[in-house]
């Protein structure tokens, strides 16, 4: 179709609870893939030594 732009619209960052999402460049085919960054779901807790009875 005729006066189309040929490369698609920059799509802005998601984030939610879990994840973030980012675009990727196009490559030469015109395939747009996405970055998918977990956010980590376990805390980490410095261990201290119980108390001797």
Do not use: C, H, L
Request: charged share 30%.
């Amino acid at each position: 179709m005729s006066g189309q732009p040929s490369t698609r619209p920059k799509v802005p960052e998601g984030t939610t609870e879990y994840y973030t999402t980012t675009q990727k460049e196009a490559n030469e085919k015109g395939f747009v893939g996405y970055d998918i960054k977990w956010k980590s779901f376990q805390k980490t807790v410095e261990y201290t030594k119980p108390k001797a009875p």
